[in-house]
């Protein structure tokens, strides 16, 4: 294929608008959620406005933040990374959307909840315990506070008024953070929910607390206003584990978020091309969409040839990530495997990289290197 033909067919795929709710973004790219610790005491400041705007102005259609703290003391992990509470917070964030829909954008907040990932005497509540579902940490290890039922329907509460929030400040969605490791996603593996309450045990039982949460959000805001669900197989550094082994089980997991009100699933992979179980092409938001019968987004390595974990994650590899194409991402979308592209690094390094892909500039994209993370451009 040519470079103008490809060009072209990118264009064509990635141009198409797309509608969910009551949200209808421009074209199918996406910008992938990416903490960047840029925001001084949790308030999101004039250059965390410029940076989505600048994203937003260059063409992606859809924004999902980096992920922001609701309001529960053991929620965060760091003073740097914004909150979504609180009206100094939530001014901010305001103008973050202000300038977004001004350049064309559509932006969602991710909320977000570490979990047992948080360290005792971590910001921003130093005091604050560390919870999670079993006291057990993702290495197996004890490790805070098994969270009790207290517990649960404060931090569901917290997510309910956080989606309440975004709705009233103007946001067009809202993302719930249930992937990698996190709260949620503890409940959700195994190897962190060893409960043996209702919340324990089999995965309708290691559903139920996401699936409560999900509900208390969809009560929170109106019918029409978009709840993205971001789940994931592998957990933070455990890159190789996974919270369902077959599609049964991942239908056992995913069957009840959709029935609590989830509109579309955001199914986190590090690469977007690698199938997610055998005797299928397929990869995880393919299988997500077939199971579930709700719009998906990809994400893992778009637009890149390496992916995240040598080239974000601090000590674990080799130099910058070269610029790929996006020929089989292509062939995927045309296909329905999937109806959203999350691009993550190949924003950061390039933020017109939406813009060159569909105006037929791919040529002269920007490679990705670590070294981009230290600023906020």
């Known amino acids: 294929?040519?470079?103008?033909?490809?060009?072209?067919?990118?264009?064509?795929?990635?141009?198409?608008?797309?509608?969910?709710?009551?949200?209808?973004?421009?074209?199918?790219?996406?910008?992938?959620?990416?903490?960047?610790?840029?925001?001084?005491?949790?308030?999101?400041?004039?250059?965390?406005?410029?940076?989505?705007?600048?994203?937003?102005?260059?063409?992606?259609?859809?924004?999902?933040?980096?992920?922001?703290?609701?309001?529960?003391?053991?929620?965060?992990?760091?003073?740097?990374?914004?909150?979504?509470?609180?009206?100094?917070?939530l001014a901010g964030w305001a103008e973050v959307v202000e300038q977004v829909h001004r350049a064309g954008g559509r932006i969602a907040p991710q909320i977000w909840h570490v979990g047992v990932?948080?360290?005792?005497?971590?910001?921003?509540?130093?005091?604050a315990p560390v919870l999670s579902p079993s006291g057990v940490g993702l290495n197996g290890q004890p490790v805070g506070q098994a969270m009790t039922q207290?517990?649960?329907?404060?931090?569901?509460?917290?997510?309910?008024?956080?989606?309440?929030?975004?709705?009233?400040?103007?946001?067009?969605?809202?993302?719930?953070?249930?992937?990698?490791?996190?709260?949620?996603?503890?409940?959700?593996?195994?190897a962190t929910n060893r409960r043996t309450d209702a919340y324990g045990g089999d995965p309708a039982s290691r559903v139920r607390f996401a699936a409560e949460?999900?509900?208390?959000?969809?009560?929170?805001?109106?019918?029409?206003?978009?709840?993205?669900?971001?789940?994931?197989?592998?957990?933070?550094?455990?890159?190789?584990?996974?919270?369902?082994?077959t599609p049964q089980e991942l239908e056992a997991l995913l069957t009840p978020l959709a029935e609590a009100g989830v509109d579309v699933f955001h199914s986190s992979t590090r690469r977007y091309w690698t199938p997610e179980f055998e005797g299928s092409d397929l990869n995880f938001a393919g299988w997500t969409k077939k199971l579930t019968g709700r719009p998906t987004i990809t994400v893992g390595s778009v637009g890149l040839n390496q992916d995240f974990l040598p080239t974000f994650v601090p000590g674990t590899g080799s130099g910058p990530a070269q610029v790929a194409d996006i020929e089989n991402l292509l062939d995927r979308l045309e296909r329905d495997e999937f109806d959203l592209v999350a691009v993550g690094r190949a924003l950061l390094a390039d933020p017109e990289w939406a813009e060159k892909v569909l105006t037929g500039r791919a040529d002269t994209l920007v490679p990705y290197s670590v070294e981009q993370l230290g600023t906020l451009r």
């Open 117 to 127: 990932s948080r360290e005792e005497g971590a910001p921003p509540y130093p005091e």
């Open 213 to 245: 949460l999900v509900a208390a959000c969809r009560k929170a805001v109106s019918a029409e206003f978009p709840i993205i669900f971001r789940t994931s197989q592998w957990k933070q550094d455990h890159y190789d584990v996974r919270m369902a082994e």
């Open 1 to 89: 294929m040519s470079i103008s033909s490809s060009a072209e067919r990118a264009a064509e795929v990635l141009s198409r608008p797309f509608t969910v709710g009551g949200l209808t973004v421009r074209n199918r790219i996406a910008m992938a959620p990416m903490t960047r610790m840029f925001s001084p005491g949790g308030v999101p400041n004039a250059d965390v406005v410029a940076y989505y705007a600048r994203r937003a102005a260059a063409g992606v259609g859809l924004i999902i933040t980096e992920g922001t703290y609701v309001d529960h003391p053991s929620a965060g992990l760091s003073g740097s990374v914004p909150r979504f509470y609180g009206e100094d917070a």
């Open 150 to 190: 207290g517990d649960l329907d404060a931090v569901i509460a917290a997510f309910a008024d956080a989606a309440a929030a975004a709705e009233r400040i103007g946001f067009d969605g809202v993302e719930l953070h249930g992937a990698h490791g996190y709260l949620i996603d503890q409940f959700l593996w195994g």
